[in-house]
């Protein structure tokens, strides 16, 4: 990666990789270390753009724009929304500006707190999820009342730090003469679409803003978006593609919609709001979201099973049945087996640990971590050094006896395997063209491999990409996963030999690479009734165990 520079405040700076804090399709930010950010915009000759001559032509049309449009922001702006306070220019003298400076915030993505994985990592009360979509919706009305229309509204430019959120990417907004051209396919109001793809045709309006907030409280308060699960009709010729259920405002709450195991039950919402949800979703309802509905919510931990709702009485214990210890479907059989505790990950073999930059863990966790720009294992002589990375940009896991890891900055991706037990880091890995903004990566480590899923968001996409990576360094495929069917299943997966076992609401699905081809090969039908997308497989002796939502069970093949 080249060393890139520029001017603030009549000082010369550079953009060094440890300080890049993330990055989109448009901009690359960085830590000023004094307690701002840059948002860098990547100019024609990036990376990122090469071969893509349109690409090209917007981000000098974003250079010579953006500018004037930032100058133009109304003043008086809410406190959430993080907005520019001064600008970086391209040299001493010139007064060619190259990106804004904005105040350094912290806090996790709506987005996060909408994925059932995230939330059960991260325990976050009801509570705080409502206050912070009230603080959302407080935003939004304050912007609209300065004449200013967020535009490209979704999940990833509201940050949520406790109770109060930040809204990011000012320089998107849509006021004045300055439209937003930019959409997100999972957010965006179907009113202003072309009826034949889910593409804009009319600009931005108010009721797109506040149909967007209700899109973001429905996935963050339930875990699944307005046009998720699966449509199955009686008769498979009225299956309506995903690609345009929103454009037939076919909503998860429709019927023939099989709702997803992983989502929170629909019963969770009082049913005044769900009303609220589908009137806007399938009947087309807009204005202001009515607040009251989200000032009404509270939800609250049942005391007998500890799922949050907000009714008077706990629909996960009125739907709960007792489960036999042993069940035979067919040549399954199952049984109970005592659940992980707080600290645990699976039940059966070690999952692959996420490593982190620091010291070595005191838990004992993993004998491997980052830190001062390398990757180290703990030995009996003392700390063992495996081999250099790029600090604050390296993300790594480590298995048993296999580790694998990459690192983006600039526009390139570097990736490599290494032994957590002995020898040194292999960075021969050839990783795919990412491009947009990292949202989330995940690996699943077996003995000679290493799956690695990478998401990025890419022109108001959300794109899954898969990297089969082998002990030897080499990349045994590679692909976009699209609308695979068990993509919602792999946070929860684990690994057997060429084999990947993955949960979905179909059963467990096995997959592996077939002529260089990552495919689903196999389905276990006699499953289903048992697993679903938000369970965490693991192997164990002859089987396999699964952690479920309250319990934990152990399957075998007979």
């Known amino acids: 990666m080249s060393t890139r520079t520029v001017w603030i405040d009549g000082a010369k700076v550079t953009l060094a990789p440890q300080a890049l804090l993330g ?61 520019p306070c001064g600008f970086a220019l391209a040299g001493k003298k010139s007064t060619q500006v190259v990106g804004y400076l904005m105040p350094k915030v912290t806090g996790v993505s709506l987005h996060s707190l909408g994925e059932p994985k995230w939330r059960r990592d991260h325990p976050v009360a009801g509570a705080d999820v409502v206050a912070a979509l009230l ?30 959120v930040h809204l990011i990417d000012v320089d ?15 957010f965006v109001d179907p009113r202003l679409c072309d009826p034949q793809q889910l593409v804009p045709v009319r600009p931005h309006d108010e009721a797109s ?8 409280a429905f996935r963050t308060l339930l875990g699944v978006g307005p046009w998720g699960g699966v449509h199955q009709p009686a008769t498979a010729a009225l299956r309506v593609p995903p690609t345009l259920r929103a454009l037939k405002r076919l909503s998860v709450l429709a019927a023939d919609i099989v709702y997803p195991r992983a989502a929170r039950a629909l019963a969770t919402l009082p049913d005044e709001l769900l009303a609220v949800f589908r009137a806007i979703f399938e009947r087309d309802q807009r204005g202001v979201f009515p607040r009251v509905e989200l000032e009404r919510l509270r939800l609250r931990a049942c005391s007998t099973c500890g799922e949050e709702h907000g009714r008077v009485r706990c629909p996960a214990c009125q739907t709960a049945a007792h489960l036999p210890p042993v069940l035979v479907h067919g040549r399954l059989r199952w049984s109970q087996i005592p659940a992980p505790g707080p600290t645990q990950v699976e039940v059966g073999s070690v999952a692959p640990s996420w490593l982190s930059a620091g010291s070595p863990p005191a838990d004992g966790t993993s ?17 063992e050094r495996i081999g250099g990375v790029l600090a604050a940009q390296t993300r790594a896991w480590v298995g048993p006896r296999l580790g694998v890891g990459f690192y983006r900055a600039g526009g390139y991706a570097a990736g490599f395997v290494f032994r957590p037990d002995r020898g040194s880091l292999d960075d021969r890995v050839v990783m795919p063209k990412l491009r947009g903004q990292l949202v989330d990566a995940d690996a699943v480590i077996g003995a000679d491999r290493a799956w690695l899923f990478l998401t990025t968001v890419d022109g108001g ?98």
């Open 135 to 164: 603080a959302l919706h407080d935003a939004i009305a304050e912007l609209h009342r300065a004449g200013v229309v967020i535009g490209d509204c979704n999940d990833l430019n509201v940050l949520v730090d406790g109770r109060r």
């Open 209 to 216: 803003d506040w149909f967007a907030f209700a899109a973001m």
């Open 172 to 186: 998107s907004y849509q006021f004045g003469g300055f439209p937003c051209p930019m959409f997100s396919e999972r």
């Open 23 to 83: 990055q989109g399709g448009e901009a690359e930010v960085y830590d000023l270390g004094d307690g701002r950010v840059l948002k860098w915009w990547k100019p024609a000759d990036h990376p990122d753009y090469d071969g893509l001559p349109d690409a090209q032509d917007v981000a000098r049309r974003r250079l010579a724009e953006q500018p004037i449009k930032l100058r133009a922001l109304p003043g008086k702006l809410p406190a959430a929304v993080v907005a």
């Open 461 to 558: 996409r959300l794109v899954t990409t898969c990297v089969v990576v082998g002990a030897d360094a080499t990349t045994l495929a590679c692909a976009e996963l699209a609308d695979a069917p068990w993509i919602a299943g792999i946070a929860g997966a684990c690994a057997a030999g060429p084999h990947l076992f993955v949960p979905t609401d179909d059963g467990i699905a096995r997959v592996e690479i077939v002529q260089g081809t990552i495919t689903q090969t196999r389905t276990f039908v006699e499953t289903a009734p048992l697993i679903g997308a938000g369970d965490r497989l693991s192997l164990s002796p002859g089987g396999i165990d699964a952690v479920r939502r309250r319990d934990a069970i152990r399957m075998q093949l007979t």
């Open 367 to 383: 004998s491997v971590w980052l830190g001062q720009g390398a990757l180290w294992r703990a030995t009996r002589l003392g700390p």
